[in-house]
C-alpha cells in the first residue's frame, strides 16, 4: 500500500507485494552487506541503504533515506528533521530523476555516493578523487558529507551543504568559491509534491559590489539587493536577535552569505524559497508543532524587479507607485500613470567639471548595483570626491552602514531598482547639476525678516523648486525628502483660512507617517506684492541653513 505523503510529512516506503522477476531478486540479493545497526550516522564503503532503512546523525536531528512528497507515488533520496515531528525535507539527491518503485539502494565506494536501481546508477556525488577509505555520513546540522576516513573527520569530500535545493540550513554558505567555481544557489520545488527544479532560482550576482537576486527563469525577478553590514538592502531587518548571527564574506576566494545559530539557541529556523518565488524564514514553534513564519518577501509591487526604471523610486505606502528622483522628469511623461518601466530623465544635464554636486536621500534600498565599483577601506568623504572627479559616476554610498558608516561603492550608470522605506534604508547621494539646486545663486541671499521665508517656501512650491530654500553647503548632510515634507506641512499650518489649517494633532500624525499630504492653498501672512517681490528682497542676503529653526507667534488651531 503506498501512503500519501506532503512534503512536510513523510512516510517510510512500506512493504508492497511485488512481482518482480528472479534477475531483480538476485540482483539485490546478491549486493553489498547492509548497514550495521552499530553505525547509525554512517554508511561505509561496500555497506547499503535500501528503501525502507534510514541513517540517523549522532544527535538525532535529521534522518537520511527515502521519502515520497505530497500526493506523488515517486521516490526520492532526501535528509529531513528527525527531532521535530513534522519532517519536513531539506535536501533531495535525485529531484530531477525520480525513482518509480522501492527497488532503489544507495551504496559508497572509492569514487564516492551512488543512487542506483535496476536500470542503473541514477545519482552520484560525481567525486573525481579516489579514496581508500570511503566514509558518507549524516551530520546534526543536516549536512550530509563524504570523506576519506584516513584523512581526518573534517576533510570533506563532498558535501550536500555545496548543493543545496530550496531551502537554507544554519552554516550553509550561500554563494560562490572563486577558486573552483561552485557556485552555491537556491531553486525552488515545482510544487509541494514535486521536488524537481522549478521556476525560481536565488543566487549571488558578483558583479559589482556582490548582491543578491531572485531570477524567475532566466528574467531578474526580485533583487534582495548587496549586503550593508546587517541586511541585505532590499529586505527589511528580519533578524532573530539572539538566535542566530549573520555574516557576509567577499575576499580573493570566496563571496558568499552565512547564518549559524548562537550556542545557547535550542531554535530550529530555516529558510525556504518557495515554488511562488517568495522567500520565507521559518522558525519551530515546539508549543503548536509547527512551523512559523518570522519574515517573508512576497514578490509584488515595489519587490518586483526595476518596476519603476532608471532614477525612478518605488514608494511602498504610497501613491503613485513611483516618483522620479529630484531633478528628474518621466521619459514617457504621457504612460507614466500606468506604465512605469520607462524610468526617468535629468531635466538638465550636468557639466561635470563646473556644475556638479550631490542629493541625499535616506532611508531607501540602494540602486543595482551591478555596474559599480566599491573599496571597503575608502572613507565617505573620499568617497565623495572619487565621485566627483569621474564624470561617468552618477552616485555615491557607504558600502557599511555599522558604527557610523565605512567603504564607498560608486555607481557608473542608471540608478535602478530604487525603493522608499520608512525604516531600515540607507543613504545615497546622486549627483545633480549645482546649478539647479541654487538656481539664481540663491544661497548668498538673506532674509531681514522671518516673515519672508512664507513667500519663498510657497513660490518655491509652487514652482516645484523646494531646493531654493536650503542652502547648498547643507544638501549632503539633509534628509532632503523629510525637508521637503516639513516644508509641506509648514505651508499648510499657514494657509490663508484658518479652517483648513490642520490641528497639532493632525501635524504630529503628519509628520510622524507617510500619509499622502493634501496640496496648501495661499499663505495669509503677507500681501501679495510682497511675493512677487520676493526674488528681489532676496537677492542681497544669506539663506538659513535646514538644520536651523525659527519660531514665529503663528499659531495654528487647537
Partial sequence: MTGTVYKDSIIRCQSNTMDVTVMVLLFFALLSPLINSSAVDTIRENQTIRDGETITSSGGEFELGFFSPGRSRYRYLGIWYKKISSGTVVWVANRNAPIMNNLSMVRVDDKGIT?????????????SVSMKNPVAQILDSGNLVLRDDDHGIDNFIWQSFDYPGDIMLPGMKFG???????????????????????????????????????????VKWHRFGPWNGRQFSG????????????????NEKEIYYKFDLIEASSAVIRFILTSSGWTELLVWNYENQSWKQFAAVRVSGCDRYRLCGAYGVCNINGSPRCECLREFVPKFPEKWTSNWSGGCVREKKIDCRSDATFMKYSGVKLPDTRHSWYDMKTNLAECRRLCLQNCSCTAYANADIRRGGSGCILWFDHLIDMMGYTEDGQDIYVKMPASELVEGQRSKAKRPNFIFLIPLAWKSYNDDKLLGVIDEVMLDSCNLIKVFRVIHIGLLCVQEDPVERPIMSEVVLMLSSNMKLPHPKKPGFFMERRLQDTDHLLSNHDFSTCNQFTITSIVPRQ
Avoid: C, H, M
Fill in 115 to 127: 543512487l542506483q536501481t535496476v536500470n542503473g546508477i541514477i545519482w552520484s556525488s560525481n567525486t
Fill in 176 to 218: 560562490l568559491d572563486l577558486v573552483t567555481g561552485l557556485d552555491r544557489y537556491f531553486t525552488s520545488w515545482k510544487s509541494i509534491d514535486d521536488p524537481s527544479t522549478g521556476n525560481f532560482t536565488n543566487r549571488i550576482d558578483p558583479n559589482g559590489f556582490p548582491q543578491s537576486f531572485v531570477l524567475k527563469g532566466s
Fill in 235 to 250: 529586505t527589511p531587518n528580519g533578524n532573530l536577535n539572539g538566535i542566530y548571527t549573520e555574516a557576509f564574506v567577499i
